[in-house]
């Protein structure tokens, strides 16, 4: 399937979602079309990610969290830890470098939990990695040290410059000494995200580079939040926004102001190589065989944003089974992006696959409508990168006009949203 793609120069070149190739071929058909998944999924016992959800609880209430409505389940205690070790040897076959990821909520916020089952998990896995992404503000030393000796990866929730937008700061005296003893080994990042008041991510990198004294401070996420409930959808950008976005963020692709930001070359990598569309994840890899979410009770989640006391936007639970009947465990919360009306036609397929997967009707296409300008971005960093041109419009005769005239470039302006309360 070829999209044309227009330069500023006059000349045009045909690229294929599915391939990630681009090149001189007419348009065609779509000569082999993605395998159609629509689950539901099921789980391999020689898990590669496995994350602990040790509960929602949080010390912090960011305006767009997704977890932030998610009904909670009964608390899961230390009580809990050995009963579930006592099980997992029953389920769980890893093979050396897979990851287990603690998450919360604030996951040191279950600290009395999470310290004697990542000591015991070490114990027993000496092998395998470990992560963790906290909003940093309980850390202190003994944590610091603690982290350091497990050997965890760290990622930092911070906004940087839009964090007032969204909670206070840490304290950041052991956040910092915490990055002098991971970065070394490259074990710590910093992961900010985007919204509609924090869009600019060379802003964002300068704040950190700042904080760090570290001109390559690492910045993990990096993207547009997606939408959850009316909180999210108050932080994603109006049209208008988003043009102005599409003009500034590509501007800042082209003199380099992203690249502190991992996902700057794996979205360059995505737009134009890599697998066929065919074998393309979800963004999140949670349909993956082998990746799994539980609670310390051994029921199986959707994800690591929900709980067993939470119902899918499809109407059924996010409990998705429990790790005692393995076999049984049935992902049917989620929409692969092959089943999505839209997707197998969308340019930015490789670099977006189908935003969050659990998402449904409105929400969803809020989530769309701010993937595909955040996506767009970074397909067009890619193609300029390759091409030395510039790009001015993608003529994909399917899409709204808002999706090809990118930046405006040949006319499109966003009609004016009239809300009725200012009438
Ligand atoms: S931007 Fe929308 S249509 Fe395109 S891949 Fe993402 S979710 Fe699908
Ligand atoms: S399904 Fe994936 S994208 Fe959606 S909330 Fe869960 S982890 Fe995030």
Redesign the pocket.
């Known amino acids: 399937m070829n999209i044309p793609i227009h330069f500023t120069d006059g000349t045009q070149l045909q690229y294929d979602p599915h391939t990630g190739q681009l090149g001189n071929t007419e348009d065609g058909e779509l000569v082999s079309p993605p395998l159609h998944r629509a689950g539901p999924f099921r789980k391999s016992r020689r898990v590669h990610h496995l994350k602990i959800q040790l509960g929602l609880s949080c010390n912090y209430s960011c305006s767009y969290c ?1 977890q932030r409505f998610v009904p909670h389940a009964d608390q899961t205690t230390a009580a809990h830890v050995e009963p579930f070790l006592a099980e997992l040897g029953t389920w769980y076959d890893p093979e050396p470098g897979s990851r287990i990821a603690f998450w919360g909520g604030e996951p040191f916020v279950y600290w009395k939990t999470l310290k004697p089952l990542a000591e015991a998990l070490r114990a027993r896995y000496p092998d395998l990695v470990f992560s963790i992404i906290t909003n940093g503000s309980v850390l202190d030393a003994e944590k610091v040290e603690w982290l350091d000796r497990l050997g965890f990866l760290v990622a930092i929730s911070h906004d940087g410059p839009g964090q007032h937008l969204r909670g206070p700061d840490p304290n950041w005296a052991p956040v910092l000494e915490l990055y002098r003893r991971l970065r070394p080994q490259n074990r710590i990042s910093f992961n900010p995200m985007l919204t509609r008041g924090n869009s600019s991510r060379a802003a964002i990198a300068a704040y950190f580079i700042d904080l760090t004294g570290d001109p390559d401070v690492p910045l993990g996420e990096g993207s547009m939040i ?1 939408p959850y409930d009316d909180g999210g959808l108050a932080n994603l950008m109006t049209p208008s926004e988003r043009l102005e976005y599409r003009q500034a963020a590509v501007a800042e692709l082209r003199w380099g102001g992203a690249q502190n930001f991992s996902i700057t070359y794996s979205k360059f990598r995505a737009a134009l190589g890599g697998a066929h569309a065919s074998e393309l994840g ?3 890899g ?1 349909e993956r065989e082998d990746s799994i979410t539980v609670d310390l009770q051994g029921n199986v989640l ?4 929900v709980s067993v006391a939470a119902t899918a936007p499809n109407g059924m639970s996010h409990n998705v089974g429990h790790v005692a009947d393995f076999d049984s465990i049935s992902l049917n919360t ?1 929409t692969h992006w092959s089943a999505r009306q839209n997707c197998q036609r969308c340019p930015v397929l490789r670099l977006c696959s189908g935003t ?3 998402l449904q009707g409105d929400m969803f296409q809020a989530a769309c409508d701010s993937s595909y300008t955040d996506n767009v971005v970074f397909l067009v960093g890619a193609i300029e990168a390759a091409t030395g041109k510039r790009v001015e419009y993608i003529d994909a005769p399917h899409l709204p006009e808002e999706r090809r005239d990118i930046f405006g470039l040949r006319g499109y302006r966003p009609k004016k949203v009239i809300h009725l309360k200012s009438i």
């Not at 959707?302 to 944003?305: D, G, I």
């Open positions: 997704s997606d979800q963004k999140c949670i959707t994800c690591q944003n989620i969050c997967t659990f």
